[in-house]
C-alpha cells in the first residue's frame, strides 16, 4: 500500500532563503507526483507536475525533482519571500489506486519578513 | 478560462440534516474527484466521476453520495450529517480518464452543530 511522508511537518525561515520540502513515498510504481500549495482555509493550487519518466520540473522560483528508484521528491523553493508561507502538499498517482491520490499531511512553511 | 467553481462557499447544518454540494469543472475536463479535508487531517478521497459514472470510492459509508451530470458538473450528497462530517469539500477537475494534472476549486466550508 502506497505510503506519502512529508518531512519535516513545518518550517519557518527568514525571507531570501533558498528551502527544500521532502516527500517521499513507499511503492515507486507511480505515474506521476504533484505539488500543491493550500493557503489557510482555501482550495489546492497546483505547482509543478512530474511524470514517472521526468526527473524535474521547473516554474519561476519553483523546481521540483523525482528520483523514483528511492521513492523521494524534492521541492526547492529559491528566494522566498513572505508570500510563500503556505502548506505545501505532495500526491502521488499511484499505477495500482485507480487514478485516485496519495497524499502526504504537508508542510506548513512560514517565511518571515 | 474559468476555473473549477463550487458552491456554496459555507454552509452550517445541523445533525441528521442532509446537504448538497456542487461543483463545476474546468470547460473540457470530464473527470470530477472530491476530497474531505477536516480539520487537522489530509486530504480523503471521497469519490471520482468520469463520462457521468461513478469510477472510484473512498473509504466514506453510504451516506456520501453524489452524481455527474451531462455537462460534467457535479453533486456531492451527504446524508444523515455527523459532526465529524465538519470538513472543508473539496472539488478537483481533469482531463479525461487519464493521469493528468488536477485541478482545485476553493472549496465547500461545511460546519455541523
Known amino acids: 500500500k502506497q505510503e506519502v511522508t512529508q518531512i519535516p511537518a513545518a518550517l519557518s525561515v527568514p525571507e531570501g532563503e533558498n528551502l527544500v520540502l521532502n516527500c517521499s513515498f513507499t511503492?515507486?510504481?507511480?505515474?506521476?507526483l504533484q505539488w500543491f500549495r493550500q493557503d489557510p482555509g482555501k482550495g489546492l493550487t497546483s505547482l509543478l507536475l512530474?511524470?514517472?519518466s521526468q526527473r524535474e520540473q521547473t516554474s519561476g522560483r519553483l523546481n521540483a525533482s523525482l528520483d523514483k528508484s528511492s521513492g523521494r521528491s524534492t521541492l526547492y523553493i529559491a528566494a522566498s519571500q513572505p508570500g510563500d508561507s503556505a502548506t505545501y502538499l505532495c500526491?502521488?498517482?499511484?499505477?495500482?489506486?485507480?487514478?485516485?491520490?496519495?497524499w502526504g499531511a504537508g508542510t506548513k512553511l512560514i517565511i518571515k519578513p | 478560462e474559468a476555473g473549477v467553481t463550487q458552491s456554496p462557499t459555507h454552509l452550517i447544518k445541523t445533525r441528521g440534516q442532509q446537504v448538497t454540494l456542487r461543483c463545476s469543472p474546468i470547460?473540457?475536463?470530464?473527470?470530477v474527484y472530491w476530497y474531505q479535508q477536516a480539520l487537522g487531517l489530509g486530504l480523503q478521497f471521497l469519490l471520482w466521476?468520469?463520462?457521468?459514472?461513478?469510477?472510484n470510492r473512498g473509504n466514506f459509508p453510504p451516506r456520501f453520495s453524489g452524481r455527474q451530470f451531462p455537462n460534467y458538473s457535479s453533486e456531492l450528497n451527504v446524508n444523515a450529517l455527523e459532526l465529524e462530517d465538519s470538513a472543508l469539500y473539496l472539488c478537483?477537475?481533469?482531463?479525461?480518464?487519464?493521469?493528468?494534472?488536477?485541478?482545485f476549486g476553493p472549496g465547500t466550508r461545511l460546519t455541523v452543530t
Open positions: 478537483a477537475s481533469t482531463y479525461g480518464r487519464t493521469s493528468y494534472e488536477q485541478y
Open positions: 470547460s473540457g475536463h470530464t473527470s
Open positions: 466521476y468520469d463520462e457521468g459514472e461513478e469510477r
Open positions: 511503492d515507486s510504481a507511480i505515474y506521476n
Open positions: 512530474i511524470q514517472s
Open positions: 500526491a502521488v498517482d499511484n499505477m495500482d489506486s485507480n487514478y485516485q491520490l496519495i
